[in-house]
């Protein structure tokens, strides 16, 4: 084992959330050549074609070399897709990565040659998810973050104490080829895992036809192109992962049936024309009832799909942070069992574009939803009745086993490794809900409730403690904050 040289900030994850958060830290005149960013997105998203590294340069395990990761830094899952058929889910004055600059995405975008980002119903603008990335790039450009910061290409395994007290380090970041950085911040912005469905699919599916026939990250590449435009196509899930594979088959002109498999049978609401609205704030001596209380009070008692409710809505959800983190942590789980789907299917909203091509293809019949789980992906059996029969088959939980030519998995994220081994070797401490815990400052906090020095956390792995922070403008306003606090220190 190799033991790499230490740096004062280590930023765990090279997505969004490490993004805006070197953006702001440049803001505040913090010198980024004390930054160390960790993360495997380039090798994934293919850097590697761009010709930023040289043959051979695989062979050295972790690669340090500011051209490399930083060619992907600030794309992740939600911005990592160079497809043209996938949008952003909200509007463009919601993609607000500093507050004192609200409108520079929105006057950015202008520049776009894009008549079909515009919402014929007064909804927005909603541009391509590879259209905020470029944006994104542009202003690690502008602050030459790029060229600043140290990046290493590789995924970090495990965050241990570092036991030698005579240096300034006290975390050890440990990486998937044995090597150890060793830092003395440590910034966990890992984002939302990607989607886990491998456990679902059976012995007898050839490796071959998983490569063929599966599609486990939809947005990855361009795997949705090469679905045969007559191929059955059962996607597993309904979130908006599920919504931008429907909106990819409808964009390609795609022909054949088309099944959504997901448990309560329904699809997001599309974004509708919303205002900002002011909502009281959640009460005192807030319990979980309590809280419910104070949705269905203030929350308009028509269609969910209306401007007004909406506008409702969101109102609340600017007062959800401090509702959330008030709620006693016994509270919190009983919550999320009875009411998080539901939460999360009026939050997750789809954008206009999305909508439409989905009731398009209902109304013509081509797609169906089936309010059902899936239990297993295994290979068809041969049928001498078909010559050709589909080579997959989709056991249902209730009913009838489904037979498909392809399958999208979409049935929401994974699990964080790293997150997991903080969990099991006692440096985080575990909510009742499952998630770490995490203070108002963003530290770590340990099972004991006190915080872990030095140690902080970012963007979604936050949100099972401070409640709705998933998406980028709450993303960005967390980087503001935890900006001000390293630039202090």
């Known amino acids: 084992m190799s033991t790499q040289s230490g740096s004062p900030i280590v930023i765990i994850g090279d997505g969004y959330a490490a993004a805006v958060l070197l953006i702001h830290l440049a803001r505040r005149g913090v010198n980024l050549s004390s930054v160390r960013v960790i993360g495997d997105a380039a090798l994934e998203t293919g850097a590697l074609e761009t010709g930023a590294l040289e043959t051979g340069a695989l062979e050295t395990g972790a690669l340090e070399t500011g051209a490399l990761a930083v060619s992907a830094l600030g794309r992740g899952a939600a911005y990592g897709t160079h497809h043209p058929h996938f949008r952003l889910n909200v509007r463009d004055d919601l993609m607000v990565i500093d507050q004192d600059y609200p409108n520079d995405f929105v006057d950015w975008a202008k520049q776009l040659n894009d008549p079909a980002a515009t919402d014929q119903a007064g909804a927005g603008q909603f541009y391509r998810r590879s259209d905020f990335a470029s944006y994104l790039a542009g202003q690690l450009a502008k602050h030459n973050i790029m060229n600043e910061i140290t990046s290493l290409s590789a995924k970090a395994t495990h965050i241990t104490p570092n036991k030698n007290n005579k240096t300034s380090y006290l975390w050890d970041v440990t990486l998937n080829d044995g090597s150890t950085v060793m830092a003395g911040h440590v910034i966990l912005a890992t984002g939302n895992p990607p989607p886990q469905g491998q456990h679902l699919i059976a012995d007898n599916v050839s490796l071959d036809i998983q490569h063929e026939r599966i599609i486990d990250q939809p947005w990855k590449g361009d795997a949705v192109d090469q679905i045969p435009p007559y191929a059955h196509v059962g996607i597993i899930g309904g979130g908006l992962t599920a919504l931008d594979a429907c909106f990819a088959l409808y964009e390609n002109s795609h022909h054949g049936q088309i099944t959504v498999i997901t448990p309560k049978g329904l699809l997001p609401p599309q974004q509708s024309a919303w205002k900002d609205v002011d909502m009281p704030p959640f009460p005192d001596a807030l319990t979980a009832s309590k809280f419910i209380q104070h949705m269905r009070r203030y929350l308009p008692d028509r269609d969910w799909t209306t401007p007004e409710w909406q506008s409702a809505f969101e109102g609340m959800r600017a007062q959800l942070t ?156 967390q980087a503001a904050r935890l900006a001000d606090q390293l630039a202090s220190l």
């Open 322 to 477: 401090d509702g959330w983190q008030r709620l006693p942590d016994k509270d919190k789980p009983r919550l999320m069992r009875r009411f998080g789907w539901l939460w999360s299917l009026i939050r997750y909203r789809a954008c206009p574009q999305t909508q439409r091509a989905v009731h398009a293809m209902r109304k013509a019949g081509q797609m169906q939803i089936i309010a059902d789980r899936v239990n297993q992906i295994k290979a068809a059996m041969s049928d001498a009745v078909s010559p050709t029969p589909p080579p997959l088959m989709l056991v249902m939980q209730s009913h009838d086993d489904l037979a498909c030519d392809h399958v999208i998995l979409a049935a929401g994220v994974g699990q964080d490794a790293l997150i997991k081994q903080l969990k099991n070797s006692h440096i985080a401490g575990v909510l009742a809900n499952g998630g770490i815990n995490v203070s108002d400052q963003l530290q770590l906090l340990a099972p004991d409730g006190n915080p872990q020095p030095q140690l902080w956390v970012l963007g979604p792995p936050t949100q099972f403690a401070l409640g709705d922070v998933v998406g980028a403008t709450s993303t960005a306003k």
